[in-house]
């Protein structure tokens, strides 16, 4: 089945510093959405992106929408201990039925103060 | 806005035990809901689709029978997960689009019930 490859797995950073994780495909996604988890509660939305080339913020948090629809980019700026969690990008595949949404594996980020 | 309300939130049980999860949406009437499982350190994998009103859209691989999905009102679904093994155990997550929305519109997600079978 189609799967999205993300990357990093995992990030140990300080506080204070840039991250950033993409999510890459091999086929033509037309929505890229990214969530946060954190342990023990189910995602949260962070931002949807839903046009080749967009770039929209969300406070700290970066995202953009590659040109070739096939890949996403989440930056999150200055790092705080909060921002701890996993990571996933996401798609809607149409190959099953209603849009069913396809998950990355995530980026674990762990953020040392 | 968007609120996902997932009950309960853990549940201990013997192998055996028939187990119902409820996902309710809170603030939105949801036409679709969706059922996913995870696992340690894994990513959220689609087990079902529920529709309000008719029958489920199971993934490939997933019993029907095993885990019966009622989708009785745009606010409420539930996952029964039936005659649970210890295999069974995992971390159960159900999502909402609200009504009317594109397909390709973000779902919300519940908190999740972490089931775990003796």
């Known amino acids: 089945g189609q799967q999205l490859n993300q990357s990093p797995q995992s990030m140990f950073i300080q506080e204070g510093e840039d991250v950033s994780m993409n999510c890459t495909s091999s086929?033509?996604?037309?929505?890229w959405l990214w969530y946060k988890q954190e342990p023990g509660e189910g995602p949260v939305l962070l931002i949807a992106l839903y046009k080749a080339g967009e770039l929209t913020s969300n406070g700290r948090l970066t995202a953009q929408f590659g040109i070739t629809r096939k890949d996403s980019f989440l930056n999150i700026s200055a790092s705080i201990p909060s921002d701890v969690g996993i990571y996933f990008c996401?798609?809607?595949?149409?190959?099953?039925?209603?849009?069913?949404?396809?998950f990355g594996k995530g980026t674990k980020l762990s953020v040392k103060p | 806005g968007a609120v996902v309300s997932q009950h309960p939130s853990r549940v201990i049980c013997k192998s055996g035990t028939s187990v119902k999860i409820e996902c309710r949406s809170l603030d939105f009437q949801a036409t679709t809901m969706f059922w996913y499982r995870q696992f340690p350190k894994q990513s959220l994998m689609l087990m079902a689709t529920s529709n309000e009103g008719s029958k489920a859209t199971y993934e490939q691989g997933v019993e029907k029978d095993k885990f019966l999905i009622n989708h009785a009102s745009l606010t409420l679904s539930t996952l029964t997960v039936t005659s649970a093994h210890p295999e069974d155990s995992s971390f159960y997550i159900c999502?909402?689009?609200?009504?009317?929305?594109?397909?390709?519109?973000?779902?919300?997600f519940g908190d999740g019930t972490r089931l775990s079978i003796l």
């Open positions: 996401a798609g809607p595949w149409y190959g099953g039925s209603q849009g069913n949404l396809i």
């Open positions: 086929s033509i996604f037309n929505t």
């Open positions: 999502s909402a689009r609200v009504q009317g929305s594109l397909s390709n519109q973000p779902q919300h």
